[in-house]
């Protein structure tokens, strides 16, 4: 299947603390392809008579990811930032009640990427570039953008399989991504066994239109 038939990947911070919504952000556009990479550290020995000198294994780097995201709101004539990379930036901002119980200094959260049913990747983002390509010709507002994304890996795994189809694991909660005909009282169902807590998902994701679900909108299921 095409990056372009999968279901939208998704960036969920993983920290709740802090975090008023805890929605993830949905890409706009599903990135062609996904970049893996990883270092290891090797000290190399002083051998004198050998030709080869030998390597003692120093430590695992962590693996990071990097993608490409491309974000469009020409046709709503709407602030490319404020509708979508201003979410992805703020996910490197220093969030005051994430401390370092040693240090008790702050930090930014953690996050996952996921996309699919197998790919989860749970990391910090490092870097983020971003570059606008196109802009509203009356006041130069940016309505098109690239964001160019590095995560940094925080666990040992680099893939991580769903329960089901529509559910996967993210720091203890879970998403669902929204089919026809879900009601928030069905995924209440499916996810707690009654229906009465639905309620639940609607306070996590700040809906306001209960009854107004759209397929492919991307839930975050709280811990009941």
């Given at each position: 299947?095409?990056?372009?038939g999968?279901a939208?990947?998704?960036?969920?911070?993983?920290?709740?603390?802090?975090?008023?919504?805890g929605?993830?952000?949905?890409?706009?556009?599903?990135?062609?392809?996904?970049s893996?990479?990883?270092?290891?550290?090797?000290?190399?020995?002083?051998?004198?008579?050998?030709?080869?000198p030998?390597?003692?294994?120093?430590?695992?780097?962590a693996?990071t990811?990097?993608?490409?995201?491309?974000?469009?709101?020409?046709?709503?004539?709407?602030?490319?930032?404020?509708?979508?990379?201003?979410?992805i930036?703020?996910?490197?901002?220093?969030?005051e009640?994430?401390?370092?119980?040693?240090?008790?200094k702050?930090?930014?959260?953690?996050?996952?990427?996921?996309?699919?049913?197998?790919?989860?990747?749970?990391?910090?983002?490092?870097?983020?570039?971003?570059?606008?390509?196109?802009?509203?010709?009356?006041?130069?507002?940016?309505?098109r953008?690239?964001?160019?994304?590095?995560?940094?890996?925080?666990?040992?795994?680099?893939?991580?399989?769903?329960q089901n189809?529509?559910s996967?694991s993210?720091?203890?909660?879970?998403?669902?991504?929204?089919?026809?005909?879900?009601?928030?009282?069905?995924?209440?169902?499916?996810?707690?066994?009654?229906?009465?807590?639905?309620?639940?998902?609607?306070?996590?994701?700040?809906?306001?239109?209960?009854?107004?679900?759209?397929p492919?909108?991307?839930?975050?299921?709280?811990?009941?």
């Open positions: 299947m095409s990056a372009a999968l939208k990947a998704v960036i969920v911070r993983l920290d709740q603390a802090g975090n008023p919504s929605r993830p952000v949905q890409v706009m556009f599903n990135p062609k392809e996904l893996f990479s990883k270092q290891n550290s090797w000290k190399q020995g002083s051998s004198p008579k050998s030709n080869a030998d390597f003692e294994f120093s430590g695992g780097g693996a990811l990097k993608i490409q995201l491309l974000f469009d709101t020409y046709a709503q004539r709407k602030d490319v930032r404020k509708e979508f990379t201003d979410d930036y703020g996910l490197m901002s220093i969030d009640k994430l401390k370092d119980k040693k240090s008790k702050s930090r930014p959260p953690t996050v996952r990427f996921q996309w699919g049913k197998t790919v989860g990747f749970d990391a910090v983002i490092t870097n983020i570039s971003q570059r606008f390509t196109l802009f509203l010709p009356d006041d130069g507002t940016p309505v953008a690239a964001l160019d994304v590095t995560f940094s890996q925080v666990k040992d795994e680099l893939f991580y399989p769903k189809p529509t996967g993210a720091g203890g909660e879970r998403i669902w991504t929204v089919r026809d005909g879900d009601t928030l009282a069905s995924i209440a169902y499916s996810e707690y066994s009654d229906p009465t807590l639905w309620r639940l998902i609607a306070d996590a994701n700040s809906l306001m239109r209960v009854r107004d679900l759209r492919g909108t991307v839930l975050v299921i709280p811990n009941a």
